[in-house]
């Protein structure tokens, strides 16, 4: 999250003063990037500025927050499941700058059409934590806190859980020394017709077609890993339960 950030904030012509981490190599790595100083030593950051822009674990904010708490600026905090409120009786200004995006350190992508998710402690903060999302996406929403949360289980859903179910496909073939690649097409195509069609209408297979004979075989396949095997019986109930709402 942070080399994301750092690095599209850097490019949009924001002046980043320094990048802070407990650990000075990664501060310094991060910091060579876009330019500026690294540093582990809390003295070294400046003590005013527009923006502090907190992007570490969700369970270490608070410390962060205390270590730096006569630091004055709008400090933010990038995290999809906490709230705002963690800032209040520690800073006067503050809120929350959510890229609903899946992000890995490897890979580089474009933000320009992720959903910003904005929060500010005032009017007045909220429209500058805009304007700064704004210089990097086209996309940027102002919601609560609790809303927000509900973004973040639905992006759990549709990224995290996904993301482990190929894994297993893979470990599936993989097991048996077959090549992985051949999935490639159908994991394009089932993306492609999410967003074409929605989930609902793009939904194929034995789970949904009641397909009893079919779905009794995959288990079979699956005797030797049980907790698999569990997954595969729970989300092919859920599969037709969810057929039969929608009817």
């Not at 990037?33 to 907190?54: L, Q, Y």
């Not at 994991?187 to 069609?197: G, N, P, R, V, W």
């Amino acid at each position: 999250m942070a080399t994301h950030l750092a690095t599209h904030l850097k490019e949009s012509g924001h002046r980043i003063l320094s990048v802070y981490s407990r650990s000075y190599n990664s501060a310094a790595v991060l910091a060579n990037m876009i330019g500026t100083r690294g540093t582990s030593a809390k003295e070294e950051v400046p003590h005013t500025t527009d923006f502090f822009i907190v992007s570490v674990p969700d369970r270490a904010i608070p410390a962060v927050l205390r270590d730096f708490k006569d630091y004055k600026g709008t400090w933010l905090h990038t995290a999809g499941a906490l709230s705002s409120e963690i800032f209040a009786g520690l800073h006067n200004e503050f809120g929350v700058l959510y890229p609903l995006q899946t992000l890995s350190r490897k890979r580089q992508i474009s933000l320009k059409e992720t959903p910003f998710l904005i929060e500010g402690s005032s009017r007045e903060v909220t429209e500058k934590i805009r304007s700064l999302a704004s210089s990097i996406s086209c996309s940027v929403h102002e919601t609560d806190s609790p809303t927000r949360l509900t973004f973040h289980l639905a992006a759990v859903f549709a990224n995290n859980f996904s993301n482990h179910m190929v894994h297993i496909a893979q470990q599936i073939l993989g097991e048996q020394g077959e090549n992985l690649k051949l999935l490639d097409p159908i994991l394009k195509e089932t993306f492609s017709k999410l967003a074409d069609l929605g989930a609902s209408a793009s939904q194929t297979g034995p789970a949904i077609r009641e397909d009893r004979e079919t779905i009794q075989k995959h288990l079979e396949l699956l005797q030797k890993h049980p907790e698999w095997e569990k997954l595969y019986t729970f989300i092919s109930r859920d599969i037709r339960n969810s057929r039969k709402e929608n009817q």
